[in-house]
């Protein structure tokens, strides 16, 4: 195919667009391929594919669906969806997918409008709030404080004593082994029993005193990581709200 | 790629290709340069130019060109405006997705 057969496809194949549009189309083409095809116009039509692909590509511009993504393969057109002429992203072929990304967008736009507008109102009436109801926020917070500090007291206890238990079993159980072991020459039956108790009481010593270092191990740095993040989120919201 | 480009991003890589050059750019150069960043075929570009310029964010003027007129494009204030919007949702986005990626919280 010359350009000259190529330019009269695309034209025919645009027969049922505007006029308007369709010497915008066609213009432009021609342009591209001046451009283009300087040294290789063969090769310049080849890439621009056949004017059928065109002047489908054309076409769901118009219809404002050109809602296809693009992907490792190129250009993919969902000819599925029929939208009204306005710049939404391409989300999907699917349809109700494309709805809802759209919906979605213009909510997230209105959402950031009103937050633009409102962002100062807000952070004085918050404030207000706070000053006004400081009688009622401030013994309560503070008893929400102490509930909260009792019980991490109360479970920091726990796991100390806990600990010091096994720790205690531990030496316990190692010291009556000793003494089992010596037992064990001079009243055998004694010794035996001395050193059963032993390592019943140096197994769970262990077993104690592994677990509750091992709690420790895994719930500090999460803990942590969670009470960071919690002083950090009134700050990253105030960052995202006042741009 | 492995990543796929939506129209807004695509809307904001043209706006940011054209805008680069004061007196605007034509339709060959767009999609050269375009396509030195993502993968769309040739024949994408002309509908998204199209919509931007009934969208107000470009405008077109002929100029003449080695004896024949060439179409160019320009962004137009209202573009800038849209491609500035689209800058700054690419920070932010990009940096939650790094963010992500570099894992942080």
């Known amino acids: 195919m010359n350009r000259l057969e190529f330019m009269r496809e695309l034209e025919a194949r645009l027969a049922d667009i505007p006029e308007s549009e369709r010497r ?12 283009a095809g300087e040294e290789d116009e063969q090769e310049a039509m080849e890439e621009l594919g056949t004017p059928e692909e065109i002047a489908q590509h054309i076409k769901a511009g118009l219809n ?21 002429p306005a710049r939404q992203p391409y989300v999907s072929y699917g349809q109700t997918q494309g709805d809802d990304a759209t919906v ?39 008893a929400v404080l102490g509930l909260i500090l009792g019980a991490a007291g109360a479970v920091f206890g726990v796991w100390i004593g806990l600990l010091a238990v096994g ?17 064990l020459f001079t009243l055998p039956l004694g010794g035996a029993v001395l050193l059963g108790i032993g390592l019943l009481m140096l197994g769970i010593g262990m077993i104690l005193t592994i677990l509750m270092l091992w709690l420790v ?20 919201k105030r960052k995202e709200g006042g741009r | 790629m492995v990543f796929n480009t939506g129209a807004a991003l695509l809307d904001a890589i043209v706006l940011a290709v054209v805008s680069r050059e004061m007196e605007g750019t034509y339709g060959y150069k767009i999609t050269q340069e375009v396509r030195q960043v993502i993968e769309v075929s040739e024949s994408t570009l002309y509908p998204v130019l199209r919509r931007l310029q009934k969208d107000e ?14 179409r160019y494009y320009k962004v137009t204030e209202r573009g800038r ?24 919280y």
Request: hydrophobic share 40%.
């Open chain 1, 24 to 35: 915008e189309a066609l213009q432009y083409y021609e342009d591209y391929l001046n451009d």
């Open chain 1, 64 to 84: 404002g669906n050109e809602e296809g993504e693009f992907t490792e393969n190129g250009y993919e057109s969902g000819e599925s969806t029929r939208r009204p």
């Open chain 1, 104 to 142: 979605d967008r213009e909510a997230s736009k209105s959402a950031a409008g009103k937050m633009q507008g409102n962002g100062i109102g807000k952070i004085l009436l918050i404030v207000l709030l706070v000053i006004l109801f400081s009688p009622v926020i401030l013994p309560f917070g503070a």
């Open chain 1, 167 to 183: 720790i205690a079993l531990l030496f316990a159980g190692l010291i009556l082994l000793v003494c089992g072991f010596v037992k």
């Open chain 1, 217 to 236: 191990w895994k719930l500090v740095p999460p803990l942590f990581r969670w009470i960071v993040t919690l002083c950090q989120k009134p700050f990253g």
């Open chain 2, 57 to 70: 964010c470009l405008e077109v003027y002929d100029r003449e060109c080695a004896g024949r007129n060439r």
């Open chain 2, 81 to 104: 405006r849209q491609l500035s919007l689209y800058e700054s949702e690419w920070r932010k986005y990009s940096a939650k997705i790094t963010g992500i990626f570099e894992g942080g």
